[in-house]
């Protein structure tokens, strides 16, 4: 249910988006950079895909824990149920998104949602692809106080999907809602680095929580927003987005000479560091007024083509969200295969790299070619319209990236 649910929520989506686009541009504003939107939007469906899998490892654990520990059986039949199931669910999600500010192994998860250095509604669609592992941890108590397993779901999907109109510059302040939920205003704070908004607004749907328990911080008219994190990730691949931060932590507690300070790297606020590794290892020291974007050139050929590209793969993984349940594991996973690889190669692209070029060149060969392969066989002589259209797909996409990689080639010529 859920995937299928974010697999229909995502043209309401594209479609919000679109608007945003045309009223920030009647403002005269440029709230999107190409590379960061399609980053945002690669990493909310690579999100989608795993969690065909990864869901039945947290959903499975609160089943069985309704299953064999429930204290009471609460009948979801009946308003307050949900209403307490939603209150009790956005509770548990603010301890969830705090500690995941304020724990390295669980900022390692929650940091992709925030690498974005730019706020905008596809920004809403970053998300991790690793917070199964622990964050299940935190809804514990909704599964032994009885909230039946499809009620949970559905609460955690409201909860969701709430948040995405959030995520954008182009609402200002909310007068006394600002004071109750968690609003543009409030939720652009969260998304800050600087000193006056870290670590602040953790509120899903009730910005209540931060105020009652000491976290909340208005947007103030002086300080402007600075998006992203601290340890900026520039780049816009969507695997070392979420593995960036892992791979920080790894490297510390593998230098680090004491087993103490090895847990410690994992258990601590993000940012420290054990001071021998501090020491071998440094890093410089986070500067609001030296921060500069990661903002690679990208002619407007190539820049065009990725944007295509970018709808074609969410196209695809789109059939693959509505045909994986039918499909045998093996071609699940080449299709899953694809889609990410699919992904990498994009994000590379847009980061105007050259050698993502060839390989996106063998991309395109390779879709053609399973698009000919999954035809029925035929006389060579007896050309389908399909056929020709895989034909010309292939031809086309080659043609349009050899003269985007052309265009790269002289944007980059001293």
């Not at 679109?18 to 939107?37: F, I, N």
């Not at 606020?269 to 410089?284: C, K, L």
Request: charged share 15%; hydrophobic share 50%.
């Amino acid at each position: 249910m859920y995937e299928k649910v974010l697999l229909w929520a995502t043209p309401v989506f594209l479609i919000m988006i679109a608007l945003e686009c045309a009223v920030a541009a009647l403002r005269r504003r440029s709230p999107y950079r190409l590379g960061d939107a399609l980053g945002s939007v690669s990493l909310g469906a690579l999100s989608t895909y795993v969690g065909v899998y990864t869901r039945l490892f947290s959903f499975g654990i609160y089943v069985a824990l309704y299953d064999a520990a429930r204290l009471t059986t609460l009948d979801d039949s009946r308003a307050w149920v949900w209403v307490a199931a939603l209150v009790l669910y956005d509770f548990l999600y603010y301890w969830n998104h705090r500690l995941g500010h304020e724990i390295n192994v669980l900022w390692a998860a929650h940091v992709v949602h925030h690498q974005s250095e730019e706020f905008n509604l596809s920004t809403a669609l970053r998300q991790t692809s690793s917070s199964f592992l622990l964050s299940w941890l935190f809804y514990v108590p909704m599964a032994l106080a009885g909230f039946p397993p499809r009620l949970f779901l559905f609460v955690s999907l409201i909860d969701l999907l709430y948040q995405f109109w959030i995520h954008t510059e182009q609402i200002g302040s909310l007068g006394v809602l600002d004071r109750l939920l968690a609003t543009p205003s409030n939720h652009r704070v969260h998304h800050g680095v600087n000193d006056e908004y870290l670590d602040r607004n953790y509120g899903g749907i009730l910005i209540v929580w931060d105020r009652l328990f000491g976290t909340f911080q208005p947007e103030l008219a002086s300080v402007p927003v600075v998006y992203g994190t601290r340890d900026p990730l520039r780049s816009w691949n969507p695997l070392w987005a979420n593995l960036h931060t892992y791979a920080a932590l790894l490297r510390d507690a593998a230098l680090a000479r004491s087993w103490a300070d090895r847990v410690r790297v994992f258990c601590a606020r993000p940012g420290w560091r054990p001071d021998d590794v501090a020491a071998r290892d440094p890093r410089p020291a986070f500067e609001l007024s030296r921060r500069a974007k990661f903002s690679p050139s990208l002619p407007a050929t190539l820049g065009a083509y990725c944007l295509m590209q970018g709808f074609g793969i969410l196209g695809l993984g789109a059939f693959f969200m509505a045909m994986v349940p039918g499909w045998p594991v093996g071609r699940a996973l080449a299709c899953l295969a694809l889609l990410v690889g699919s992904q990498w190669i994009l994000g590379g692209l847009t980061q105007a790299r050259r050698g993502y070029a060839w390989l996106e060149g063998a991309r395109i060969v390779l879709i053609a070619s399973l698009m000919l392969a999954s035809m029925p066989a035929a006389d060579v002589r007896d050309w389908t319209p399909a056929a020709a259209v895989a034909i010309m797909f292939g031809a086309g996409c080659l043609g349009w990236l050899w003269l985007g990689a052309r265009a790269l080639r002289v944007v980059a010529t001293p």
